[in-house]
């Protein structure tokens, strides 16, 4: 099993529409949850961190929840400049190193 | 957005020869990575610095060597490119270690 998960997609959504997606992980200790962005041909940037209490950055949330080990992220009222690849990253507790997921893409669709 | 420069952006270069990237900060920050990416897998780490002179191994160190002999420069070093090293390499900076990462823009290397 790998370290993080993500369902690699496509989600093609429609914009205007709501769209979630979620990220496995396997080490029930890890700490530390990111969601970055990436667009096609350019770097990984930080869209947010993920909190123990969840967190909220204009159309963008991002829950963590612990028990089921998973982190979520969701989109509201998408746009077409949404269209990315999301990738989940968590921290390895035994070194501190990130661990990323392959990443989900997502396409919205006018 | 953090100030992380690599060179070259892109590369072609022979099998068997030698390469070297370079990544070059003015954030000060005392970590740096470097990750490969590839169709299909996560950035998966080559190696990282915790400080000047001070490196270790990521998952995929084989064939790799890396010298940081200042804060804001981290080279990375492929001693005898093979056609497996074709990727797109990323450097990335961190205040702290396990926190956020900021990425230079990535170099696409091809091995030919």
């Known amino acids: 099993r790998k370290e993080v998960e993500q369902d690699p997609g496509p989600f093609n959504v429609p914009e205007g529409a709501t769209v979630a997606f979620n990220c496995t992980y396997s080490?029930?200790?890890?700490?530390?949850f990111f969601w970055y962005r990436q667009d096609c041909r350019k770097e990984p940037k930080l869209l947010m961190s993920?909190?123990?209490?969840?967190n909220e950055d204009g159309r963008f949330t991002a829950q963590l929840n612990r028990a089921s080990q998973y982190i979520s992220l969701l989109i509201r009222d998408s746009k077409l400049s949404d269209s990315a690849t999301y990738l989940c990253?968590?921290?390895?507790?035994?070194?501190?190193?990130?661990?990323w997921g392959a990443g989900t893409k997502l396409i919205i669709k006018p | 957005d953090a100030g992380i420069t690599q060179s070259p952006r892109h590369k072609v270069t022979e099998t068997g020869t030698p390469v070297t990237l370079r990544c070059h900060q003015t954030?000060?920050?005392?970590?740096m990575y470097w990750y490969r990416q590839d169709p299909g897998h996560g950035l998966r780490l080559i190696h990282y610095?915790?400080?000047?002179?001070?490196?270790d191994k990521g998952e995929v160190s084989d064939g790799y060597s890396v010298s940081r002999s200042k804060t804001e420069d981290f080279l990375l070093t492929l001693e005898s490119a093979t056609s497996s090293q074709t990727s797109v390499y990323f450097c990335?900076?961190?205040?702290?270690?396990?926190?956020?990462?900021?990425f230079g823009q990535g170099t696409r290397l091809t091995v030919v």
């Open positions: 610095s915790y400080g000047v002179k001070d490196t």
């Open positions: 990335a900076i961190s205040g702290t270690e396990g926190t956020e990462a900021f």
């Open positions: 993920v909190y123990s209490s969840g």
């Open positions: 080490n029930s200790a890890s700490q530390s």
């Open positions: 990253v968590v921290n390895r507790v035994s070194n501190y190193q990130l661990i």
């Open positions: 954030e000060n920050h005392r970590y």
